[in-house]
């Protein structure tokens, strides 16, 4: 059976950008995650932050075949129960808390716990974690903040994500130890809101031509 590590590796290669999404209602999350799958992207976090979230990745789970759906946001074992429930495949943190850790061990799905310093980093290696989410990175220090940890944290990979945009995913992206970048910007709420599903699939489309 694969590790964790090489499941959530398999997932986040899948693509140069993981999209970050704030959903309202389930019906229109699937059909965001079609457009998002057809312009290459499968892999999809949907965030739990609205009361739709669990219901959007219950639906985007049964009917969007290609996608690879998992939630983000999750702050409790609570959350995480619930989101594996609902059919995630992966499940994002924006940080460490113990209860998160607990339920991530108690799991098969894999967990992308959230870091900003290198404490962090090493706390997550001593409980077996290589790859991590940067958060908030533009933020936490930018791509010149991964540049410096990539020698004296070797061997940890990272998924950037908070103020990436298609201008400057490639610095991150151009860093031996980035495996992908997560941002909300392939799917903004006025197309959303709008159902241009064709321009978020052309979005999703520049956002995958990023890969290298
Ligand atoms: C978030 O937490 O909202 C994600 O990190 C996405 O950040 P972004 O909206 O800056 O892309």
Do not use: H
């Amino acid at each position: 059976m694969a590790s964790k590590t090489e499941k959530v590796l398999s997932i986040l290669k899948l693509q140069p950008v993981v999209p970050v999404l704030i959903v309202d209602d389930a019906k229109s999350a699937v059909e965001l995650a079609r457009a998002l799958v057809a312009g290459g992207l499968r892999a999809i976090e949907i965030t739990l932050r609205t009361p739709a979230a669990l219901d959007a990745i219950k639906a985007v789970a049964a009917e969007v075949e290609g996608a690879n759906v998992g939630a983000g946001t999750i702050l409790n074992s609570k959350d995480y129960e619930a989101a594996v429930k609902a059919g995630s495949t992966f499940i994002v943190s924006p940080g460490i808390a113990p209860g998160v850790l607990a339920a991530a061990a108690d799991s098969a799905v894999p967990l992308l716990p959230g870091t900003a310093t290198p404490s962090e980093v090493m706390t997550l290696r001593e409980a077996g974690y290589d790859v991590m989410k940067f958060f908030p990175a533009e933020q936490a220090g930018g791509a010149a903040m991964l540049k410096a940890w990539s020698s004296p944290l070797a061997g940890t990979f990272f998924c950037p994500t908070g103020g990436i945009s298609l201008k400057n995913a490639k610095d991150y992206l151009s860093l031996p130890n980035v495996v992908c970048v997560g941002g909300s910007w392939v799917a903004p709420k006025e197309l959303v809101a709008a159902g241009d599903w064709a321009g978020i699939t052309k979005l999703a489309s520049e956002a995958f031509a990023l890969k290298a």
